[in-house]
């Protein structure tokens, strides 16, 4: 474990994510110069996904931020939908089964929405700084 990384810990988060789709570039322009654009894609991105799978899509949205304000650029995140051709091919070559999954480093993993097991990853290949609030919730020094 090395605390002063050149390059960001990869963190790859494989779950059911909300699919958009676009229209042409023309026809984006046009939506978007009468104002239907954003209403257009927000009652998609609001339609995307069943009630349950869009609350889990929320908690891990939230544990993102979360992990962002801890670590900031010392972390490389990405969301991968479980169900595109990415998050197929992940789950096949980290042997997942459920979801949301949580790959550190590409290589050790956690499994659901209880992050704490995927912060302790984290936290292991990347000490939390002076002054930060840990995972845990309390300032370090404190």
């Known amino acids: 474990m090395e605390a ?4 960001p810990l990869s963190v790859q988060v494989v779950a059911y ?3 958009l789709f676009r229209h042409c570039q023309h026809c984006e322009v046009a939506f978007e110069g009468v104002g239907l654009a954003e209403r257009m894609h927000r ?7 069943p009630d349950d799978l869009a609350a ?9 931020h979360a992990l962002l304000e801890r670590h900031g650029p010392r972390v490389a995140v ?4 479980a169900a ?5 091919w992940k789950s096949l070559r980290h042997g997942l089964r459920r979801f949301p999954a949580v790959i550190v480093d590409n290589r050790a993993t956690a499994i659901g929405t209880d992050f704490r097991a995927a912060d302790a990853l984290i936290d292991d290949r990347l000490p939390v700084l002076p002054g930060s609030v840990p995972a845990g919730g309390r ?3 404190t």
Do not use: M, Y
Request: hydrophobic share 35%; aromatic share 6%; proline share 3%.
């Open 4 to 7: 002063d990384r050149l390059s």
């Open 17 to 19: 994510a909300p699919t």
């Open 43 to 49: 009652n998609e991105a609001r339609d995307a996904l």
């Open 56 to 64: 889990e899509f929320q908690r891990v949205s939230d544990w993102v």
């Open 78 to 81: 990405s969301v991968i939908d």
């Open 84 to 88: 595109s051709i990415e998050g197929v």
């Open 139 to 141: 300032k370090e020094g």
